[in-house]
């Protein structure tokens, strides 16, 4: 099997409902959703897929595609080198895709599984007050979910307290919580001032006290020292990693000991045909591999198999916050993403079945959305 075009597109596809992320500043308004979409060609007919936040296209275009036109497209450890070279992770998904369809099965046969489920938790994505998070856990306790993802965005500390708090005292220890100060971002991108360590080291603790299982990105991501010393210093496990680029920083993050969970993504860290290498190493340094939500419901089928695979990855995150981010709109993206993925009654995500990542894609939608770069 030869790789005989490599073709990238963006898509840009309105939300159903505009919304402002717990990150993002007041008055910005997220209307839509813009997103690289990369297909491969084979001279046997399989097709190969991977979709992600906006990269270079460009760039896939002009050097890439020059570089993999030709090749084995399972030849992985030499497809990276260019890969890396460029940014363009969202090429080795869709490497991993073409994989796993060459022989028929999902990736998760191919790497060697450990489970066919994976625990999943509710990730929410505005803010909102404590008495709304509260309904909504009990909302996805009643769906099935067992577990919720917090977004904490207020000034003060005991604002960002209370409203775990009240999601805590509303499903009791029916779920697990966790949450996401999401302080990584410069502050460029960020309106708030950046917690200073006191403030994140106090609010670990408090946070500790409602038994919430993790604290995301509580510090700037380049603050090592910061980030270190305040995984050591707590109690409950500190998360982060998916803005950090490549294998040697994420590497990096676990010699130092920056993180408790190691939260990289696929389309945008590092090739998902490395993660298992970045999972042992992981686990080798005693901790976990959790990775960030992947963009779409296909980055969420191949996180999926990824994480049946290794043992220090129990959890999957699952966007979820109506009516912004439906199944329909953040996994579907306007039918691109062929079928929504949803727990069983044990509130675990099955791993899709299907050769390759597992789910198919709807080119006609692709071409309904698509807009010029």
């Not at 993790?214 to 090592?224: C, F, G, S, T, V």
């Not at 109506?322 to 509130?347: F, K």
Request: charged share 25%; net charge negative; proline share 5%.
């Amino acid at each position: 099997m030869k790789i005989t075009d490599l073709v990238v597109r963006r898509v840009d596809v309105p939300h159903s409902r505009p919304y402002r992320g717990a990150w993002q500043p007041p008055g910005f308004v997220d209307r839509s959703r813009t997103v690289t979409i990369v297909k491969i060609e084979t001279d046997v007919g399989l097709v190969g897929w991977g979709i992600g936040d906006v990269i270079d296209e460009v760039m896939v275009r002009e050097v890439v595609a020059p570089e993999l036109i030709g090749k084995d497209p399972g030849a992985l450890d030499q497809h990276i080198v260019v890969l890396r070279r460029t940014g363009a992770f969202l090429v080795d998904m869709a490497l991993c895709d073409l994989v796993g369809k060459a022989v028929g099965q999902p990736l998760h046969r191919l790497w060697g599984y450990s489970a066919t489920r994976v625990r999943a938790y509710a990730s929410t994505i505005v803010a909102a007050t404590a008495e709304q998070r509260a309904e909504d856990a009990l909302r996805y306790l009643e769906q099935g979910f067992t577990a919720i993802k917090l977004r904490i965005a207020f000034s003060t500390m005991d604002e960002d307290v209370g409203l775990v708090t009240a999601v805590r005292d509303a499903v009791g220890d029916r779920m697990e919580i966790m949450v996401d100060a999401n302080y990584s971002h410069s502050l460029e991108f960020d309106h708030r001032p950046s917690w200073s360590y006191s403030r994140a080291l106090a609010t670990a603790r408090e946070l500790e006290q409602l038994d919430v299982v993790w604290l995301e990105e509580p510090l700037a991501r380049d603050d090592l020292e910061g980030l270190t010393r305040l995984t050591a210093e707590t109690g409950i496990a500190i998360a982060g990693g998916e803005g950090d680029i490549g294998f040697e920083k994420l590497n990096r993050l676990l010699e130092v000991g920056a993180y408790d969970i190691l939260q990289a993504d696929c389309s945008i860290c590092e090739g998902l045909s490395q993660f298992i290498r970045l999972a042992a190493a992981a686990e080798f340094c005693g901790r976990q591999f959790i990775p960030h939500h992947g963009c779409t419901g296909l980055g969420l089928a191949a996180h999926m198999q990824l994480s049946a695979c290794v043992g220090n990855s129990p959890y999957v995150e699952f966007i979820l916050d109506p009516p912004y981010r439906t199944v329909e709109v953040y996994q579907q993206l306007g039918g691109i993403v062929a079928e929504p993925q949803w727990i069983d009654s044990d509130g675990y995500l099955p791993v899709p079945t299907g050769p390759g990542l597992g789910v198919d894609v709807d080119e006609a939608a692709i071409a309904q959305y698509e807009v010029s770069f």
